[in-house]
């Protein structure tokens, strides 16, 4: 059991640091098409385009805090309602 411990730890770190990258980016990742669909003037296309943007990211955000963590259903909705 003691071989798998130093082992054990980079996973872990691995892990932690993909998770944390993966959970930035996906906060971030609807930075650049909700600012460009603000540059164009408002339609109900660019609207449409908004909401649609927000919730695949909402989606995406929760998905994987859903399955990278052992977040219970109401951890993750108030970490996606946040």
Not at 16 to 41: I, R
Request: aromatic share 18%; hydrophobic share 50%; proline share 6%.
């Amino acid at each position: 059991m003691e071989l798998y411990k130093p082992i054990g730890r980079y996973y872990r770190w691995l892990k932690n640091a993909t998770l944390y990258t993966a959970l930035f980016a996906l906060l971030l990742g609807p930075v650049y098409p909700l600012y460009s669909l603000s540059q164009v003037p408002s339609t109900p296309v660019t609207l449409t385009g908004t909401i649609l943007v927000q919730l695949f990211f909402a989606a995406l955000f929760a998905v994987g805090i859903r399955f990278f963590t052992r977040a219970k259903r109401h951890e993750v909705f108030v970490a996606s309602v946040t």
